[in-house]
């Protein structure tokens, strides 16, 4: 267990919809980190959040938003969602930037997103 | 300048053999390289990791090798079991200032009994 937590575990849904997806960082963790797995496509970075600001974007869709709140919880927004938007979204988190150790990231069990 | 390429894709060793897993990479600003396990339906887990200062890490039947001159790691399973079938992936950042993790595009090991 990473400590880090994830709802839902699975999401069914319509293309068109919106949903949210929740992060819950390990305790002392500032950073939280959200990635896109696919099948045909690995682990995507999608956006990263450091004590409530935002600090690097990867590959997020437009249609994509996350924010992170003052108890450094995170939520990733997908609205729009169409066929292709299913996959399994991980939410990691680090100690902080300057980790002396590296960028270790400890990674939550993931949410399955389907859309229908 | 940012990608991690990983090979192979797939692998398949008897139990009790090595596997190895290869990554290079071109950005001289990295210098930290973990390697992450992933278990169908899991979230990747860091498994081990290396800076490189020196040049071999292991712990119990993982090693990382590292070439810096070539830019290249390598994970080798010794005495592989059938509970490390498994998608593993490696991955490398800097660790000064902020610096996200670049991963590699993931190896699916299987180990048959």
């Known amino acids: 267990d990473s400590g880090v937590t994830q709802t839902p575990k699975h999401l069914i849904t319509a293309t068109g919809q919106r949903v949210t997806l929740r992060c819950s960082p390990r305790s002392g963790d500032l950073s939280v980190y959200w990635y896109q797995q696919s099948l045909d496509q690995g682990l995507q970075f999608l956006i990263q959040y450091y004590n409530g600001e935002e600090r690097a974007k990867g590959n997020i869709l437009e249609r994509f938003s996350a924010q992170q709140f003052p108890d450094l919880h995170s939520e990733l927004n997908l609205s729009s969602l169409e066929l292709g938007d299913s996959a399994l979204y991980f939410c990691a988190s680090s100690v902080q930037i300057q980790d002396p150790s590296g960028d270790t990231q400890y990674f939550g069990p993931g949410t399955r997103l389907t859309v229908l | 300048q940012q990608q991690v390429k990983q090979s192979p894709q797939s692998l398949i060793v008897q139990k009790g053999g090595i596997s190895i897993i290869n990554c290079a990479y071109e950005?001289?600003?990295?210098?930290?390289f973990p390697w992450y396990q992933q278990f169908p339906g899991k979230g990747p887990a860091l498994l081990i990791a290396?800076?490189?200062?020196?040049s071999e890490k292991k712990e119990g039947r993982f090693t990382i090798s590292f070439n810096k001159s070539a830019k290249q790691f390598s994970l080798h399973i010794m005495d592989s079991q059938p509970g490390d079938s498994a998608t593993y992936f490696c991955a490398a950042s800097g660790s000064t200032g902020f610096q996200k993790l670049v991963f590699g595009t993931g190896t699916r090991l299987l180990v048959s009994p």
């Open positions: 950005n001289t600003a990295f210098d930290y």
């Open positions: 290396i800076r490189p200062d020196v």
